[in-house]
């Protein structure tokens, strides 16, 4: 595809020598970045998957794809209502927010790549012809999201309302990419001012994880939340808040020009918005947003290294987390490997983008389980209902996966090879590191988390849960254990992302998911059969499930470096 | 005398692959020890095994009269090594992965902070205690790695091209505080391919090709035998005696 792409991009040769472009240049430096993106990991929607051994190839292909399965379940608004200038309003509220968020990650890949800097800025290559690479570059890129993303929606709209309202979508298209284009430059631009290279990095990183629980929650909620406002058959007109946003100007521009005749005087003022200022925006960014723009690009190679420590993040000394670590650790072994846990694991931009989306995605499972159904009963009366089931039981248990989550990316990094300090240092007992780190990772994101799980349970069902929550705790406590010493046996940020595990490492992650489900399960039979004695049976259990923890947590803090040697060789 | 060093027959190999092939050298208190050879000679399958990074391995070593293979912890204590390349958990300050380091080898947090800070504020890096290392160039992060190296005030010290890196001023630190540390009765183990600073700092260099030791003695009985220059004993030794007919043959590239 990337030739047929360069073909049709070169062809237009003498235009470019006419600029004062060098043809040929141009042709090798977008040649070169084409091939660079399709050997690139997809960092928006590839992340969760685990990397493939092979290296990747297609990567392109694979963001068109995606592009064109987003495209399709916009379509579910145009079934969603008969109105057309709410499904086009929810259409292009998807669409902007998505390809917003696409593109602000994989800005910082195409724009912003300082190599560029050591790479071609040496070479005898005109300011022209690099300008006029970049431009185009990014011209490419944008079109292989937004083309294959907006294809379902034209088809459908093309048949419906023919070849005009397909035209006015066309235009709704570009208008819509505009405004998103302005709205990057302009995040990129405050960004950039009040923070360094390192840090903006790490903004755009909590982008990626807002950005992956919002589409985990859209996927799950969102199609009933949409038809529950749909329920209500109001159109979008009726909601004075939607006024100032885009998409609704857009929705309206379509409706307006489709219909010029008629329609209300409000309906005119928006379409006229949506005509006008999508066009200011861009010249805003091409007048006074993009020449600063470049020059803090410029200021981005140079100042990357050497200058900026000046600049640098002070840290404050004797934080709170060495008085936690002293309180929850017994030994300096141990304490060693909970403060190093707890220091990476904050600052880890791969640990955060893989653990943090996971504590969302247990409300949001636990919300869509709580909500589905037919769909005649509203969210609102699933939520008066609630306290009368056993619902918590399933939060509480969900919650675990959050726990596994963070103990299974721990052992992650792509500073990897800096573990080679575990090795040369004189530790006795690994496993003190081990349990050191698993510890933190239980006090630093668990415990919070389980606070919140129970405030919010206590909320709905009040507080006859509290033995049910305290039984729940304990389990994941062991369950956390227990993976940590039937698959942690590595130091904390030892080991590479692009491992593949073996077959029977697969069964044993099933079987790790496999036990809270079970306990889980059993927990919930004794509270919906036994109701008289459940509350005993629950406190029972739970000095039990201690019992388990502390027999886990015994064996794992012993583990020697020849256990640790023997999980490496499987691993 | 007990040796701090002391290696018998040692042979390693991977896999049919020799690497090491009957190594046998002592080494004694307050010796810098200039460990070179070229590209692949075995120089870092040595520094591995000596750390005990390599734990597999044939033959005897024994440091401070102490079996590698019997008492790794209690020797592992005793070395202070500063790897070449070092990957750094590079999030972190200094100050934390100082105290990180610090405390694998049970010090203090108190004994860490202070000579963390003597430390690197002798390098220069004092403002910067505090700040994260992901923006700091290749030099600081070698200066922070060599302090995390000496930390625990280790009697054996192997380094792994110290200097890459540097500015000229913190060379001239560093290798003041080779010799300050071996006058005090430290054994330093000096691997590098700048030639020029090894026949300057070390007092006895050892030359390794294919795996054997081929040269042992110091600068002046090294020259005796053979150039000048430790750059063209180097050469020689190895066997490399027509180093100007490869450069011609490269620049005779451009001819074809």
Redesign the interface.
């Known amino acids: 595809m990337n030739k047929l792409i360069l073909r049709l991009v070169m062809a237009f040769k003498g235009l470019y020598r006419g600029m004062g472009v060098d043809a040929g240049q141009l042709e090798a430096i977008l040649q070169v970045k084409l091939t660079m993106d399709d050997r690139r990991p997809r960092n928006v929607f590839g992340r969760n998957q685990p990397q493939r051994k092979k290296v990747i190839r297609n990567a392109t292909l694979g963001t068109v794809i995606t592009s064109l399965v987003l495209g399709c379940v916009y379509l579910y608004f145009f079934f969603l209502s008969q109105d057309y200038l709410t499904a086009f309003t929810l259409y292009f509220l998807m669409f902007m927010v998505m390809l917003s968020i696409t593109l602000i990650s994989d800005f910082t890949d195409v724009l912003i790549d300082v190599k560029d800097n050591y790479i071609i800025l040496p070479r005898p290559v005109n300011a022209r012809t690099i300008l006029m690479a970049r431009l185009l570059h990014i011209l490419i890129h944008l079109c292989r999201i937004v083309v294959p993303m907006m294809l379902p929606g034209l088809v459908y709209v093309s048949v419906q309302t023919g070849v005009p309202g397909a035209l006015l979508f066309c235009l709704d298209v570009a208008l819509a990419t505009l405004v998103c284009i302005f709205a990057i430059n302009a995040v990129y631009l405050v960004i950039l001012r009040v923070t360094?290279v390192?840090r903006f990095k790490d903004i755009i990183g909590v982008v990626q994880i807002l950005f992956s629980i919002l589409v985990f929650a859209t996927y799950y909620l969102g199609p009933r939340l949409a038809a529950n406002l749909v329920l209500a058959k109001s159109s979008i007109i009726g909601h004075p808040w939607f006024y100032p946003a885009p998409p609704l100007w857009l929705a309206a521009l379509w409706e307006v020009l489709r219909h010029p005749a008629g329609q209300i005087p409000l309906l005119y003022m928006l379409a006229a918005a949506g005509a006008i200022l999508p066009p200011l925006c861009i010249w805003v960014v091409i007048r006074f947003l993009a020449p600063s723009f470049d020059r803090k690009l410029g200021g981005l190679g140079s100042g990357g290294?050497?200058a900026?420590?000046s600049?640098?993040?002070?840290?404050?000394?004797g934080a709170s987390y060495r008085s936690v670590s002293h309180w929850v650790t017994r030994g300096?072994?141990e304490?060693?490997g909970f403060?190093?846990a707890w220091?990476?694991s904050g600052?880890?931009r791969d640990f955060k983008l893989k653990v943090y989306p996971s504590f969302a995605y247990v409300l949001v499972y636990f919300f869509y389980y709580v909500f589905i159904g037919k769909d005649k009963v509203s969210i609102a009366d699933k939520w008066n209902h609630l306290n009368e089931t056993h619902m918590y039981i399933l939060l509480i248990y969900f919650s675990s996966f959050a726990m596994i989550s963070a103990i299974s990316n721990l052992v992650y990094s792509d500073?990897?090879?800096?573990s080679?300090?575990?090795?040369?240092?004189?530790?006795?007992v690994p496993g003190e590191i081990l349990v050191g780190a698993v510890k933190a990772m239980l006090v630093k994101y668990f415990i919070p988390f389980y606070a919140m799980v129970s405030i919010l349970a206590f909320y709905i069902w009040g507080i006859g849960v509290l033995p049910d929550l305290v039984l729940g705790l304990v389990n994941v406590t062991w369950f956390g254990l227990l993976m940590g010493f039937m698959r942690l046996k590595k130091f904390p940020?030892s080991a590479t992302p692009n491992i593949q595990a073996g077959s029977g490492r697969f069964i044993q992650g099933l079987l790790i998911i496999a036990v809270p489900g079970l306990v889980g399960f059993g927990h919930y039979l004794i509270r919906s059969t036994l109701p008289s004695i459940s509350t005993w049976l629950i406190w029972l259990f739970t000095v039990l499930s201690v019992i388990l923890a502390w027999l886990i947590y015994g064996r794992y803090r012993e583990v020697s470096w020849a256990e640790l040697e023997k999980a490496s060789a499987e691993f | 005398m007990t040796p701090t060093v002391s290696i018998q027959h040692l042979f390693k190999s991977y896999g049919d692959k020799a690497v090491l092939n009957d190594i046998s050298l002592d080494v004694f208190p307050g010796q810098i020890i200039g460990y070179i050879g070229p590209n692949g000679a075995g120089k870092s399958t040595t520094v591995k095994i000596l750390t005990g990074l390599i734990p597999d391995f044939e033959g005897s070593v024994t440091i401070n009269g102490l079996d590698l293979r019997e008492h790794p912890l209690e020797i592992k204590r005793m070395i202070g090594y500063i790897p070449e390349n070092a990957e750094i958990y590079d999030v972190l300050t200094p100050m934390e992965y100082l105290q990180f380091i610090g405390r694998l080898y049970d010090l203090s947090a108190d004994t860490v902070r202070e000579r963390a800070e003597q430390m690197l504020a002798a390098f220069g890096l004092k403002d910067v205690l505090d700040q994260r290392m992901d923006t700091f160039s290749k030099g600081m992060k070698q200066k922070v790695l060599i302090t995390s190296g000496l930390l625990h005030n280790p009697s054996l010290i192997v380094l792994d091209e110290p200097l890459s890196g540097l500015d000229a001023n913190a060379v001239i630190v560093m290798k003041e505080i080779m010799s300050r540390l071996a006058r005090e009765g430290k054994t330093l183990f000096y691997c590098s391919h700048m030639m020029d600073v090894v026949e300057k700092v070390s007092d006895r260099i050892m030359l390794i090709n294919r795996g054997r030791i081929i040269a042992d003695g110091t600068f002046e009985e090294l020259r005796k035998n053979s150039g000048d220059s430790l750059e063209k004993i180097f050469a020689q030794l190895t066997g490399e005696t027509n180093l100007e007919g490869e450069a011609d043959k490269f620049v005779n590239a451009f001819e074809s």
């Open positions: 360094t390192e290294s050497g900026a420590p600049k640098g993040r002070s840290v404050r000394r300096n072994t304490s060693t403060d190093i220091l990476l600052r880890s500073k990897y090879k800096a080679w300090v575990y090795y040369v240092s004189p530790v006795k940020f």
